[in-house]
Every structure is written in C-alpha cells, then in structure tokens.
Antibody
Framework: QVQLQESGPGLVKPSGTLSLTCAVS????????WSWVRQPPGKGLEWIGE???????NYNPSLKSRVTISVDRSNSQLSLTLSSVTAADTAVYYC??????????WGQGTLVTVSS | EIVLTQSPGTLSLSPGERATLSCRAS???????VAWYQQKPGQAPRLLIY???SRATGIPDRFSGSGSGTDFTLSISRLEPEDFAVYYC???????????FGQGTNLEIK
C-alpha cells in the first residue's frame, strides 16, 4: 500500500518561500509522476504541478513562475517550493501519486499559513 | 483551458435515496481523462471513479460514473450515511499537461 506523508513549516512569512517535502513509502518513486495539489480553507482543489524521477516537470501556468517541484530518488521524497508567497497561498497542501490521468494515492495534507 | 462546472453546488438528500451529480466541461474531454473524488471534512480526497466509469479499488458498486464529450455524471444508487461529503470531478489536459478540478458538489443530509 502506497503511503504519502507531507511535512514542512506550518507558518511562512509574506514574500518568503514555502518549502514542503512528501515522503513516499510502500512503492517505488521511480514508477510514477507525483503531484502537489492545494486547497485554501473552505475552497476547492487546485493542482500545482508534477514531477517524475528523471527531472521532468509540468506546472500550473498560473503558478509556474513561482513553483519548483522535484523528486529525490535516493530518499524517496517529493519536494515543493513556492516563492514570493502571499496570504492567497494559505492552504492545505497535498502530495499525490499520478496514475493514468488521475491521482490515486494522496497524503493527509499539511496546512501552511502565510502570515507575519 | 478547459473549465469544469459542477452542479448542483449543494444537494440535499436522505439516506437510501439516489444521488446524481453533474460535471460539465467547457469543451469536449476524452472519457479516459475524467475522474471523480470524494472528500470528507479534514480528510484528503479519495479517488472514486477514473476513466469516467471505472471504479477505483475498494469503491462500493453503488457508485457509478457515466458520460462522454462535455457531460459527465456521478451516481450513487442508495445513499449511505458515510456518503455525505463533497465530490469533485477532475479532467486531465495534455496540452500542456495539467489537471483541473470542478468546484465541487456538497452532498448533505436532508
């Protein structure tokens, strides 16, 4: 059973950089693409982007200028950095495994608040 | 960019009733690119349906998906108390590659 666990600071200052990691267990990180999805409090889901172990990435055009996603094969981890954050970036951030055109395994999510 | 519009925004039904949730795309979408998720408060989304009509592993057969082109439907044949949640449709776009979600339908107990 694939398991994903997000971790990282729960509070980030405005204009700072949000950095999260996602530990993947129960399966190989090299066999799939891996996504980040976020959900502002009380709102819907927004796909941030995805990466695979060779370094290929795809990003949501609305966030592309501020986002970096990468896969660390040696540590079986996925990472997300989002720069120049504002209060609008406050959300629960999820990592998820991409199957064939859908996201089949999700982490429990981690809340990141942008505030001074 | 393909936009997904879900209706209704809120659906109030009683246990045992049938639920029908709609997802309309702004342009035609391949059925293989459409999925549905269930999300309960404080939990991550759970994949229910992929490729428009295939149930994910462990999903009860009271859940079914259908549709093609721009109109897709999630049906729940007989609502159980644990089915009351928010449901999202999702489509995959390959030019450029990206996932987009509908705004969600809140299925609440009447």
């Amino acid at each position: 059973q694939v398991q994903l666990q997000e971790s990282g600071p729960g509070l980030v200052k405005p204009s700072g950089t949000l950095s999260l990691t996602c530990a993947v267990s129960g399966g190989s990180i090299t066999n799939n693409w891996w996504s980040w999805v976020r959900q502002p409090p009380g709102k819907g889901l927004e796909w941030i982007g995805e990466s695979e172990h060779s370094g290929n990435t795809n990003y949501n055009p609305s966030l592309k200028s501020r986002v970096t996603i990468s896969v660390d094969r040696s540590n079986s981890q996925l990472s997300l950095t989002l720069s120049s954050v504002t209060a609008a970036d406050t959300a629960v951030y999820y990592c998820a495994r991409a199957a064939t055109y859908n996201l089949d395994y999700w982490g429990q999510g981690t809340l990141v608040t942008v505030s001074s | 960019e393909i936009v997904l519009t879900q209706s209704p925004g809120t659906l109030s039904l009683s246990p045992g009733e049938r639920a029908t949730l709609s997802c309309r795309a702004s342009q035609s979408v391949r059925s293989s690119y459409v999925a549905w998720y269930q999300q309960k408060p404080g939990q991550a989304p759970r994949l229910l349906i992929y490729a428009a009509s295939s149930r994910a592993t462990g999903i009860p057969d009271r859940f079914s998906g259908s549709g093609s082109g721009t109109d897709f439907t999630l049906s729940i044949s007989r609502l159980e108390p644990e089915d009351f949640a928010v449901y999202y449709c999702q489509q995959y776009d390959n030019s450029p590659p990206r996932y987009t979600f509908g705004q969600g339908t809140n299925l609440e107990i009447k």
